[in-house]
């Protein structure tokens, strides 16, 4: 089998980091980027580099020129890129107001237009070759909206748009997915943001103090079932050995919650298909 080149953004923790090493154990060759690479992160793009089949890139992916000379240098050194894992992300909670104009910007710019400039950059190499493959990482909360995490939750509903009408590249060769994960105990939790105006909590009563308890039933949660974070590494891992083509479009990754994202998505395929043979568009299915 042919060594893949994969550039996967995130790499620093969580599902990036896995997502990683599982790409190099199997003989591929991994561009694991991440920022502050001589700084905060330091230590762990060390540990990385270490790995066969690792090398390490310091990316911003809300910097255009920071991810198109990333992408640049690995087709200079490779003559192709063959998969995108888009992991980079911000989690956000809390109550939806205290979000500014500013916060929202913030967390668009990394978790929607950060993707968008990757797939971007990878899009004209990957027509070239007539073959890629872009793996967004989205969620279950891309399909409902749950109360207290709004903010993140649109972000992830854009994804999902991103990465559904992007079936226009597959009759080029691209295939275009996304994985959809549930809760994991990942370094994420331990980053999370919030609104910064907090002078409109003084109007919402109890209702502000409904993220703090969210977040206390999570950990409770995580206690009891011990989800395992490499499991959406597996499921990376798995597309990318799945033909071109016949890869689904969302992969739901969630030991928690059951399988209603799963229901849904059934549902929605099934309209989606209908709506895409109707319009003539049946071939960009497959």
């Known amino acids: 089998m042919k060594?893949?080149?994969?550039?996967?953004?995130?790499?620093?923790?969580?599902?990036?980091?896995?997502?990683?090493?599982?790409?190099a154990a199997m003989g591929q060759k991994v561009y694991a980027t991440m920022r502050n690479t001589k700084s905060r992160n330091g230590d762990k793009a060390k540990l990385l580099e270490h790995q066969t089949n690792i090398e390490v890139l310091d990316v911003d992916v809300t910097n255009g020129k920071s991810v198109n000379d990333a992408v640049a240098t690995i087709i200079k050194k490779e003559g192709r890129i063959d998969v995108v894992v888009n992991n980079a992300g911000l989690y956000v909670t809390g109550i939806a107001e205290t979000f500014t104009e500013g916060d929202l910007e913030k967390v668009m710019d990394v978790d929607v237009i950060g993707p968008w400039r990757v797939i971007r950059a990878a899009l004209p190499q990957m027509r070239k070759q007539e073959e890629g493959l872009v793996i967004n990482i989205s969620s279950v909360a891309g399909r409902f909206s749950f109360p207290f995490q709004t903010v993140y939750n649109g972000a992830k509903f854009a994804i999902e748009g991103l990465t559904e009408g992007l079936h226009e590249v597959r009759p080029l060769g691209v295939d275009v997915v996304m994985i959809q994960p549930g809760a994991f105990p990942?370094?994420?939790w331990g980053k999370i943001g919030i609104g910064s105006d907090t002078s409109v909590l003084a109007g919402y009563g109890d209702l502000a103090k409904v993220p703090e308890q969210?977040?206390?039933?999570?950990?409770?949660?995580?206690?009891?079932?011990?989800?395992?974070?490499?499991l959406v590494a597996d499921a990376i891992v798995a597309l990318i050995n799945t033909p071109k083509g016949k890869r689904p479009l969302r992969t739901v990754v969630d030991p928690t919650t059951g399988s209603f994202s799963e229901t849904a998505n059934r549902q929605?395929?099934?309209?989606?298909?209908?709506?895409?043979?109707?319009?003539?568009?049946?071939?960009m299915l497959n």
């Open 186 to 188: 990942t370094e994420i």
């Open 268 to 283: 929605i395929k099934e309209q989606f298909e209908n709506f895409m043979t109707a319009f003539g568009m049946k071939e």
């Open 214 to 230: 969210i977040g206390a039933g999570v950990k409770q949660m995580f206690e009891n079932m011990k989800p395992d974070p490499q």
């Open 3 to 23: 060594k893949k080149i994969i550039l996967i953004t995130g790499t620093n923790s969580g599902f990036g980091w896995l997502a990683a090493n599982s790409c």
